[in-house]
C-alpha cells in the first residue's frame, strides 16, 4: 500500500506541476 500510495503522490505532484507550468506558459 506504501508503494502505491506514493506513487499516487507523486501523480499529484507531478499534476500540479504541469498546471503551474501551464500558467507560466499561458
Known amino acids: 500500500k506504501?508503494?502505491?500510495a506514493q506513487?499516487?503522490?507523486i501523480l499529484v505532484?507531478?499534476?500540479h506541476?504541469?498546471?503551474e507550468w501551464n500558467?507560466?506558459?499561458l
Request: aromatic share 6%.
Open 23 to 25: 500558467k507560466l506558459w
Open 13 to 15: 505532484e507531478k499534476n
Open 7 to 9: 506513487m499516487i503522490e
Open 17 to 19: 506541476l504541469e498546471e
Open 2 to 4: 506504501a508503494a502505491v
